[in-house]
């Protein structure tokens, strides 16, 4: 069994041979690459372009929330089909109340009635 006189001697040698284990190839530090940050600059210049289409084109903005809200419509009624709606705690279409959606457009596409 090891002391522990042993012990903290082994990790003083331990910390002592970790500057050596640089000169190993695969312990040495690496040259950073250009590339993430080349994509990071392409994903962040695309999210912007998105979110200025957007705050820029109301047009494009009602298409995009009315294609959203078709595609959850669809999605829930998929669910809705497999009956697990339920085991999940979402309310199905026969027991909903209908209400504004939480975006302000109304079910045809208007403003809702609040001002």
Do not use: C, W
């Not at 082994?10 to 530090?29: D, E, G, H, T, W």
């Not at 697990?84 to 209908?98: F, L, M, R």
């Amino acid at each position: 069994m090891l002391s522990m006189k042993d012990t903290n001697k082994l990790l003083k040698n331990i910390l002592r041979a970790l500057p050596a284990l640089s000169v190993i190839p695969l312990f040495a530090p690496k040259k950073s690459s250009f590339l993430p940050f080349m994509l990071g600059a392409v994903g962040v210049t695309l999210a912007s372009g998105v979110a200025a289409l957007m705050v820029f084109s109301p047009r494009t903005r009602h298409r995009a929330l009315d294609i959203a809200k078709d595609s959850y419509g669809k999605v829930r009624g998929q669910l809705d089909g497999f009956g697990s709606n339920e085991k999940v705690g979402i309310p199905t279409d026969h027991n909903t109340v209908a209400e504004p959606y939480a975006n302000g457009l109304g079910s045809d596409g208007a403003t809702s009635g609040t001002t």
